[in-house]
């Protein structure tokens, strides 16, 4: 099945399943209204299914531009349900995404990653990817501040 943008709160929900293994603090009904709000500020999720209709992976997503990349797409969410990978869902992902970035006059693709997925890692690598930075933050809520 061809991935598709998932606007409706039926939609977002049907995401639920495979989001929540990258996203397990959100229950449906949280990701759903989070999903909604950030779409506002120009977040969207792509959805895969596979030959029954159910998602077996979904990115979430976002254009921007800056000056150190110039106009991008930026990965926020990326995942392939566990009982469906390697299967080749996260390659055809990953080419829509590609695609959608070409489509948008994208100069580049970004995506963050925690340090503990190793297999997401090899996978990005597999995929031509390269590692160009560190990423940092700062529990704002949080900190102290320094005298």
Partial sequence: MPVRLAES???IAACFPVMHQLRPR???EE???KVL???KEGYRLAALS???GNVVAAAGFRLGENLAWGRY?????LVTDEAARSRGNGQELMDWLVEEARRSTCDELHLDSGVQRFGGHRFYLRY????TSHHFQMKIRQMKIRP
Wanted: glycine share 8%; proline share 4%.
């Fill in 9 to 11: 709160p039926e939609d």
């Fill in 26 to 28: 959100y229950s449906e």
């Fill in 31 to 33: 990701l759903v209204v």
């Fill in 37 to 39: 709000r950030q779409m």
């Fill in 50 to 52: 596979d030959g029954a």
């Fill in 73 to 77: 797409l930026y990965v926020d969410d």
């Fill in 128 to 131: 031509g990817m390269d590692i």
